[in-house]
């Protein structure tokens, strides 16, 4: 007998019961019942004051790659389409700009793409714990910190996301049942999601180190090539476009810096942010459960433990560290810890309610952080990938009503660069970009002699927020000292919830 096979006694069944012969539309309408809710909970902390604050760096890239896909000019003069990643998810932003141009239908993209994801971990769920871990599950993800944050930006990773749970679902059902059409569409879905972010590729490696655990599901080689030859069709659109597009060397470049910049963050990052994020609760669950039904546990628990562990060490030692690239895993805390909550009544022997109630207060501890996510932040601290930049968006608008045609701007950094100049529709450039290519983003171009480019006259307003003089002190002492030699005047400033100066725009004078 496989493990495969062995179902230990009182585990759930994996494979969902079907609706009994006979059973009407109201029958089947009670049994969604549970899911809709859950779903109505996931878009309405996804959409929640969703445009309360303006874009972040990452964004206002990505929204205005998107602007120019939709035909938008003078975006496009700034925002090139070919810069690093593919571009899947920034031509589906695209159609919606098209539609309805402006932040809302920007962010409205990812927040429905991480409903979806909602509704694949049910099936996920469902698939390998039954339907009342699936209810768990779900809510659990509607209301999570980490995927509600994530999933609310104009960001690569929402989409990824739902793409990354879509294939481990495939490859759920072939390892219940080997056929090869399971694992050619796990191998597609795979290539849909290196479409969506490269380095997703990652997930690969946790595929990998599966089925080389796990002797009882079997890869046959007449399965596996097929698979790995769905993800290179699929995946290989992005560096083809490049390709004909003229762009080729736009990736390669960008990942070289990629390999080789400093590092922005410590090794302990992810073990430090992460947790916190996903609900320390919720980690708590997904973690005991492993303990707990360790005598339970088969290929199910391995699949879903190696597709975090590999992408978590391989991130960790990769110099770039943004806070978003685990989202992937959200999906598999939140059904780990579903089925750690829903087998309490026949593990420790809890009452229902007793049960129920553990269940509540792992929503709770869940559900509040993210709606106190969704208000404007205060403070001066800023971590990528947590959420919109206040003032920026108020910055580069008063750039566009009141900054001459033609005008150029000088920021201490390329984040609240790319927000003035997707807003303000004017040059900015930076402070910090390295003159040296191997030490900067590919993207950006650096301003040499800024002195020099000031006293001729190149820029005409000086850009000073919070957020980038916590982390470069050295670049802000640099602009404070061109605002003071070049008869700096304040313009513009722009206040934080808290009431505290977060953007100040100078105009300056040549000399």
Known sequence: MTERSLLPTG????????????????????????????????????????????????????????????????????????????????????????????????????????????????????????????????????????????????????????????ALYCVVRYAESPTPRWLLAAGGMLGLTVLAKETSIVLLGSLYAFFALTPAVRMRWRHLLPALGAVGVVAVAHPLSQL?????????????????????????????????????????????????????????????????????????????????????????????????????????????????????????SLAVPSWLRTEPPTGTRFLAGTGGLPGGREAGLWVREHAPEGARLLAIGPSMANVVQYYGLRPVSALSVSPDPNRRNPSYRPVPNPDRALRDGRFQYLVWDAYTARRTPFFTAKLRELVSRYHGDAVFTARNADGVRVVVIYRVRAS
């Open 11 to 166: 585990a759930p069944r994996a494979a969902p019961v079907p609706f009994p012969p006979g059973t009407g539309a109201r029958a089947a309408l009670r049994r969604a019942a549970p899911l809709i809710a859950v779903l109505l909970v996931a878009v309405f902390l996804r959409f929640q004051r969703l445009t309360a604050t303006g874009f972040n760096s990452d964004e206002a890239v990505y929204a205005g790659t998107s602007a120019s896909l939709a035909g938008d000019d003078e975006l496009g003069s700034l925002f090139p389409v070919f810069r690093a990643h593919p571009v899947l998810f920034q031509s589906l932003v695209s159609l919606a700009l098209r539609v309805h141009p402006g932040d809302w239908a920007a962010r409205a993209v990812p927040a429905l793409l991480g409903v979806a994801t909602v509704a694949l971990t049910y099936a996920l769920a469902h698939r390998l714990y039954g339907r009342r871990a699936a209810v768990v599950a779900s809510l659990l993800l509607a209301v999570m910190p980490y995927h509600v944050v994530v999933s609310r930006q104009v960001l690569l990773d929402a989409p990824m996301t739902l793409c990354a749970t879509g």
């Open 244 to 364: 004909l597009a003229g762009h080729s060397k736009a990736g390669g470049n960008y990942l070289l810096w990629q390999l080789f910049r400093r590092a922005n963050h410590p090794y302990s990052f992810y073990l430090t942010e992460v947790p916190w994020a996903i609900g320390p609760l919720a980690v708590a669950a997904a973690l005991a459960g492993l303990v707990w039904l360790r005598r339970e546990n088969t290929w199910r628990e391995r699949l879903l433990v190696c597709w975090v562990v590999v992408p978590a060490l391989f991130f960790t030692v990769w110099p770039v560290k943004g806070f978003q690239y685990l989202l992937p895993a959200a999906p598999v805390f939140a059904v780990l810890a579903g089925r750690t909550l829903t087998s309490f009544p026949r593990v420790v022997r809890l009452q229902r309610t007793a049960a129920a109630a553990a269940v509540c207060v792992v929503v709770a």
